[in-house]
């Protein structure tokens, strides 16, 4: 053990006892006088390099004093917010999905240990209380973790082909006529907007021209006095096609406070001129319709007939030099 001159004479005895076995001399640095075993072990330490047996030993010792961190306790909540047994029962409730699953455990055949048809059922929406059942039907699903490249792409816009690479849930929707329940407490209108001209949204439209983009907006206000929960379903004026994400058509689902007002923007053009209806956005409560906007007949044009004087915009859009300078 590498030791300073003036403590070789002191620990020659101990040294020579320990040649075989160096982790049994730190453990008898303790007999000694504590300020010479600090010492000592202070003078190991810078020849610790060179051995790396003493280092080893010096590790596997504990300290005598340990400083802990702060206690915690930990309880079992059992179920997620429940903190009794009598509200067990009510985590999961009877419905179509865990019939669905049944008949699949019931009927289900297995072959080298696994079932030969996965489980998928379209009742799992019925099952969404709690999530304790949430968790579950998720879990019993055969859904894969990540979606699969599905092959998809769309007909004309006016379809779909979805050519599905794993197991998956489709969700769609349906337009159907239904019958009308006009309110007064739900107001909805319709206007277009030059995209070009954004800043200036109160100048109205008369005529669109060909191959220039324009901003349709649905504006819905909410006059009652409490909140409303409803459905907008929205689409292009027809001969027009969408500019971006915005799409032929679409329902929007919303949820709108008392006295407020919220606004839907889609984008547009028209290939080719001519006169074009546009069907109004309307509003729908549990599949009636409560509130519409009027519909429009949009006259599509090449070039302007009518200019706006008061409009700078659209004077300089004729290139005429006489009416943009008078």
């Not at 300020?35 to 596997?60: G, H, W, Y």
Request: aromatic share 12%; charged share 25%.
């Amino acid at each position: 053990i590498g030791m300073a001159p003036s403590y070789q004479p002191a620990l020659q005895a101990l040294n020579e006892e320990c040649e075989e076995a160096p982790a049994e001399c730190l453990r008898n640095y303790a007999n000694f006088d504590m300020e010479f075993a600090n010492k000592a072990c202070e003078m190991d330490r810078m020849d610790s390099n060179s051995d790396p047996f003493l280092e080893q030993a010096r590790r596997a010792q504990r300290p005598a004093l340990e400083e802990f961190g702060e206690t915690k306790e930990y309880a079992e909540t059992h179920y997620f917010g429940v903190t009794t047994g009598k509200h067990w029962k009510d985590q999961v409730s009877d419905s179509e999905f865990w019939a669905d699953f049944a008949d699949y455990a019931a009927t289900v055949e297995y072959k080298e240990g696994k079932p030969v048809k996965q489980f998928l059922s379209y009742n799992f929406t019925s099952s969404w209380k709690k999530l304790t059942e949430i968790a579950g039907t998720l879990a019993l699903l055969d859904l894969p973790y990540y979606s699969a490249d599905h092959g998809f792409r769309t007909l004309e816009g006016r379809s779909v082909e979805l050519k599905a690479a794993s197991n998956c849930i489709i969700f769609k929707k349906e337009i159907k006529e239904s019958k009308g329940d006009m309110r007064t407490n739900i107001l909805v209108a319709q206007r277009y907007v030059d995209w070009e001209s954004r800043g200036d949204e109160d100048t109205q439209i008369e005529e669109f021209l060909v191959n220039h983009i324009y901003t349709g907006q649905v504006i819905i206000t909410n006059i009652s006095s409490h909140q409303l929960e409803f459905d907008v379903l929205v689409q292009i004026p027809q001969g027009s096609l969408p500019i971006g994400p915005s799409p032929y058509q679409k329902s929007h689902s919303l949820n709108l406070s008392s006295y407020s007002t919220t606004k839907i923007e889609y984008y547009f053009y028209f290939p080719e001129q001519g006169k074009f209806m546009h069907f109004p956005a309307n509003v729908s409560i549990n599949s009636a319709v409560v509130a519409k906007a009027n519909s429009s007949l949009l006259t599509v044009l090449k070039a302007r007939t009518k200019i706006s004087e008061e409009n700078f915009r659209e004077v300089l859009q004729t290139g005429n030099q006489d009416r943009i300078l008078n």
